[in-house]
Nanobody, 128 residues
């Protein structure tokens, strides 16, 4: 059974940094796009960043471009999200997810519906 466990969230002041981690188990994820999404209270889940199976391609939401960096370590089945220059509007529950399809079917994925396995989320709160 696929399991994704996020960690690294917390409370930070505006301008600060956090590094989220997502450890995957249950199968090998090195052939799949992995992504980070977030959901604030009363809002829909939204795309934050995704990374291709080997890490050669990354995509970011405009709202986080230049501040967040997604990376992965396939040997550890782990994906990371380095978040710098955090803003109060970054406050949300952050989820990692795995694409439903392997890279040879779908080289990259960027929408919620493309992803089939989700973690339980880690809370990020940015105070002003």
């Amino acid at each position: 059974q696929v399991q994704l466990v996020e960690s690294g969230g917390g409370l930070v002041q505006a301008g600060g940094s956090l590094r989220l981690s997502c450890a995957a188990s249950g199968r090998t994820f090195s052939s799949y796009t992995m992504g980070w999404f977030r959901q604030a209270p009363g809002k829909e889940r939204e795309f934050v960043a995704t990374i291709s199976w080997r890490g050669g391609r990354t995509y970011y939401a405009d709202s986080v471009k230049g501040r967040f960096t997604i990376s992965r370590d396939n040997a550890k089945n782990t994906v990371y999200l380095q978040m710098n220059s955090l803003k109060p509007e970054d406050t949300a529950l952050y989820y990692c997810a795995v694409d439903r399809e392997p890279y040879f079917v779908r080289p990259i994925a960027t929408t919620v519906s493309d992803f089939g396995s989700w973690g339980q989320g880690t809370q990020v709160t940015v105070s002003s």
